[in-house]
């Protein structure tokens, strides 16, 4: 499956962004979908889960109660609506999708889209 993330951008802190990440193929509700981010110099980390049918979330510690994932089977699309962000929340956003059960692992994710950039002024 190919993907492609959209919807970064600049945002002051306190504010909200939504990202969206779009499928191509006819079978996105086969799979598994995550977001991950990676800031400057830092490690690629687990944001948000979502199960394939969007029973089963789980969130990275850093943003439970802020941060929402969904998806939209029918418009192959995963979304994270991004709330009360914080300048630690400056990021390349990715999503992955994998085609076995959720998990928050980044190294279980089969594939990548290219990643949005978010940034949280201060």
């Known amino acids: 499956v190919q993907l492609q993330a959209s919807g970064g951008g600049l945002v002051q802190a306190g504010g909200s962004l939504r990202l969206s990440c779009r499928a191509s193929g006819r079978t996105f509700s086969s799979y598994v979908m995550g977001w991950f981010r990676q800031a400057p110099g830092k490690e690629r980390e687990f944001v948000a889960a979502?199960?394939?049918?969007?029973?089963?979330?789980y969130y990275g510690d850093s943003v439970k109660g802020r941060f929402t994932v969904s998806r939209d089977n029918a418009k192959n699309t995963v979304y994270l609506q991004m709330n009360s962000l914080k300048p630690e929340d400056t990021a390349v956003y990715f999503c992955?999708?994998?085609?076995?059960?959720?998990?928050?692992?980044?190294?279980?994710?089969?594939?990548w889209g290219q990643g949005t950039l978010v940034t949280v002024s201060s």
């Open positions: 979502l199960s394939k049918n969007g029973s089963i979330k």
């Open positions: 992955a999708a994998r085609s076995l059960s959720v998990t928050t692992r980044l190294s279980d994710y089969e594939s």
